[in-house]
Structures are given as C-alpha cells and as structure tokens.
C-alpha cells in the first residue's frame, strides 16, 4: 500500500465540508468525482476536511499521491472530467494544480501553532487528531498542579484573542483562587464580527482542539463543566461540534475520568439566538441562563461571579484552541513568537475587496502592507486600497498613510485603532466613507440590547445626522453634532456596543473628512 491508498487501498481526496467551501459548491464536486470515478471503474475515497483558508481556491481538493498531497483548486464539477484526464490522482499537470500545499507562498511563510492541523486531518477523527499532536498538552496538564499550568500559561503571553487582549493567565488565577465549588469553563463562539471567520474555520475544521483547550482550563481552574456558546448561524459547525464532542466522550477524554485522570469535565453546546450584543461576556452568560441578552454591571467580574453566580472563565474560540499547543510546547516556545506585549501568533481574516481572501496566521509584528498586498495581493477590483477595517464593524477605519502600521495590540491602539478579533477588511478609492459612517450606527442601533440610554437613543440620533450630511444640509454644522454625539456614546454607554460604534464614524471623520463636508445638496 502506498502513500497515496486508503487502508481499503482506495486514493484519497481530501474535499473540505468547510462552510465556506460548501457555499462554492463542495458538495455537488464530491458528487461529481464520485460519478466520475464509477464509470472510470476508478477505487477513490472522499476525506472532508477543513479548508487551509485560501478561500480564492475553494473549493480546494488534495490528492494523496506518492509524492504527498497535491492540490488542485478552485475545482468545480465540471472540472472533474478533465482533471481525471489529466492523471490528476497521480498528481497529473492540469491548469488547476496548485502542488503541495505547504509548498505555496502564501502558506510556506505562515506560522501555523493554533491552525496547524486544518485543512490536513478529518475533523471528526480522534486518531487524526492524537496522531498529530492532539491531546499531548492535556496529558501534560494532567501532571501539573493548578498553579503551574496557569503559570505556564501566564508566561506564554497568551491574550484573549476575542477582541479585549485581556492576559488569559489572570482571568484563570481568578476563577482558581475563589472558593471551592461549582466554576464553569465557557467558549464564547459568537463570532458576529463582519470579515471574521477563524473560529468558524477552526470549529469546523479542528474542533478537538477547542475542547481540548476547554479541558484543560477546567482542570487548571477546578471547573467540571464546560459550555460552548455557538451562534446559530453556523449549523455546520453545530453537527462538527456535537459529534466531536461524543467521540471525545467516547475515547475519554472527557467526562467523569479524563484520561485516567480521576478528574472530570463535561462539555456542551449551546445555540445562540442571534443577537450580536451576546459577544459582549456577561450578554451571554444572561442568555447561558436562558435570560434575554443584556449586559450586566459589572463588578461583579464573571471571573468571581459569572454563570448561575459561579466564578466562570469566559474565553473565546481561538484563545482556547491556542491553549494546547502552549502547554505542550511550553510557555518560552510560544512566547518566542511575536512582538512587544503581543506575544504568539494571531489568525488574522483578510475579506472585503481582497484579491486573496482568507486566513493568515502569522506571528505578531507584520505590517498591515505586508498583509494586504503580500498575501492579499491587494485590491479585488484592482484599484489602490483606500482603507481597511480592522477589528469587525466597530473597529477603526485606517487610511492608505499607515498602512506601514505593525499588527500588535500597542502599534495599533496608538494609532487609535483596534485588533479585536483579527478581522480586516479592505476598501477600494470608491469607497464613501461618509456612507461607511452611517453604516456603523446602523448596525449599532440595529444590535444595541436597548439597556442603556447612549447607545439605544445615541446610535439612532447619528443615523438620522449622518443622513442629513449624506443629504448636504449644512454640513458641517451636522458633523460637528456628530461628533459631540460620539463623544457622550464614547464616555456613557454601559459596554463596549456603544461605546465602541463610534470608533469607526470618528476615525472616518479624521481621516477622510472631505467624504462628510464636500458633498452636494440633494
């Protein structure tokens, strides 16, 4: 049996049941390959992966030949007839060969740690998974007291990847250091971000990893219970989740006796209703009670009482999922990568109008440049990129002139931007950036939960201004309102919806302000 056979001596294709490939048409291409080899009397097997997150090339399908996977993308049905032709289970020539994967620019110069397994293992494999790493940094967990695993973690640098930056070694030393008792573990899978898309990648393309990572914040803190707080957007990821999570049970690593350990940890999921506000921590834990999604006040912290009044670390997708490779690794390995304060590697999402959209991993401290015009190879449309997005809808806009920015948390906040959850999305020079403006309090007076009164009453006040300067009445005496209405939603509004829906109005009045003042009256 070679390298490119099955057990059942069948060639392998790796097809990704990816969301985002299944959009592009995955599922009528399996259909098609498996016609195509029937009458070719041809002994394939279909592997459904992750996608690598070269989204330009999705759907992108590997073949296992003696030589290694071979890709070819993007791959529709009715390629198939002549990428067979083309000896393409040989690894034949073909317009649509990309060749070994990891032998591509855009992925050779990744660093994968947190995405290192998508796209190469069946997700829903536990021998894929153990064959690859998986579950070394929950056995090495299981030898250290509490204390040491959160050291261990304190030291990697390892910050909440969902949007705060928040060292995730202190929120877990919270929930260890309160009393005995019922603690939970929950995953903040929400992603409600325009332009994000990496925990759903890695929720359907590596979901062992999310409850490995969960595991072992339960046994660092003393949790046994675990919850996965999914939006209900993403019904892939719920069937990949749920069936990782009963394989899990099954070979045991989790429940009642974790590995032999004599620890326990339960886990499971729960859906969302949609509400955007629900990213915000304390939204969800409302809405975890079966509450409607509303911020609490805080303090209390959900860190000391969160969940049923229960300390409850509350972390996002990819912050867990980075947690097993910093145990196994150790905390000097991950730190040696990145910058600064930003310490490790961040899944970053380019989407918009990118010529190369998709998922980069890489360490701290590249520019935004690089990113945009190296992996992104600039604009879809192929005029200048005027600005991107960072941060999804309540991120800063920034301009064309700082796009030599380096991506860690402090050069971005000192040009007043943010990272939150990596997102960037990109505009071309016919972008209006006044519209963009009404766009972010749209979306804010859409999602606001309506608690308090800045963010309920503040964002619908700025769309009716915004409208009145898209309009060209008077408008600098309207811009000039519209700022001081950021400002009162800056410094009142009770979390960050509102506090944060201005970021992109003002940035978008400071670096592009002839978009507001220079426009004709309607």
């Not at 049941?17 to 195509?36: K, M, P, Q, T, Y």
């Not at 279909?46 to 030589?67: H, K």
């Not at 991950?334 to 490790?344: D, F, I």
Request: net charge neutral.
């Amino acid at each position: 049996m070679t390298a490119a056979q099955s057990r059942t001596g069948k060639t392998l294709l790796y097809v990704p049941a990816d969301a985002g490939a299944l959009s592009l048409g995955a599922e009528a291409l399996c259909r098609a390959i498996v016609s195509e080899a029937t009458r070719r009397e041809v002994d394939v097997q279909i592997v459904r992966n992750g996608s690598r997150g070269a989204y330009w090339l999705e759907p992108l399908v590997e073949v296992a030949t003696a030589a290694g996977r071979i890709a070819y993308g993007p791959v529709s049905a009715t390629d198939v007839p002549s990428l067979f032709d083309a000896g393409w289970l040989e690894g034949g020539a073909h317009r649509l060969r990309q060749g070994e994967p990891g032998s591509m620019p855009w992925f050779a110069s990744q660093q994968r740690l947190t995405f290192a397994r998508v796209g190469l293992i069946d997700p829903l494999s536990v021998t894929d998974y153990v064959n690859r790493d998986g579950y070394q940094g929950l056995r090495r967990a299981l030898s250290l007291s509490p204390q040491e695993l959160i050291e261990t973690v304190t030291r990697s640098g390892l910050r909440g990847r969902g949007g705060a930056a928040f060292p995730t070694g202190i929120k877990w030393r919270t929930v260890l250091e309160q009393p005995a008792g019922q603690k939970y573990v929950t995953c903040n899978a929400d992603e409600g971000d325009s332009g994000t898309f990496a925990d759903r990648m890695l929720m359907e393309g590596d979901p062992l990893s999310l409850i490995e990572g969960m595991t072992i914040a339960g046994i660092a803190t003393g949790a046994t219970q675990g919850y996965i707080y999914l939006r209900a957007e993403y019904p892939d990821a719920h069937r990949i989740l749920r069936q990782a999570i009963a394989r899990a049970y099954e070979a045991r690593y989790l429940g009642a006796d974790v590995m032999g350990s004599g620890k326990r940890f339960d886990l499971e999921v729960r859906l969302g209703a949609g509400a955007y506000i629900c990213g915000e921590e304390t939204s969800m834990l409302e809405s975890l009670e079966g509450r409607r999604g509303e911020v609490r006040v805080r303090p209390p912290l959900p860190a000391i009482k969160g969940l049923f009044g229960r300390p409850t670390i509350v972390n996002n997708v990819v912050t867990l999922a980075t947690v097993p490779v910093i145990v196994h690794q150790g905390a000097d390995f991950y730190a040696g990568y990145g910058a600064g304060k930003s310490r490790g590697t961040l899944p970053i999402q380019l989407a918009g109008n990118i010529k190369r959209g998709g998922l980069v991993e890489r360490a701290f401290g590249l520019s935004l440049r690089e990113l945009l015009y190296e992996y992104g190879g600039g604009s879809a449309s192929g005029r200048p990129i005027r600005a991107v997005q960072i941060g999804g809808p309540l991120g800063a806009y920034v301009p064309a002139s700082q796009f030599d920015t380096l991506i860690d948390y402090e050069a971005l906040a000192g040009i007043g931007a943010m990272l939150g959850h990596g997102g960037i999305v990109a505009f071309d020079d016919t972008v209006d950036m006044a519209r963009m403006a009404r766009y972010a309090m749209e979306f804010c007076a859409i999602e606001s939960c309506g608690k308090c009164t800045p963010c309920r009453i503040g964002s619908t006040r700025g769309v009716e201004i915004v409208e009145r300067i898209l309009a060209g009445e008077d408008p600098e005496r309207q811009v000039a309102k519209l700022e001081e209405l950021c400002e009162v939603m800056v410094q009142g509004s009770l979390c960050g919806l509102g506090g944060m829906a201005p970021f992109p109005v003002q940035s978008a009045l400071k670096h592009f302000r002839g978009d507001f003042l220079a426009r004709p009256r309607s």
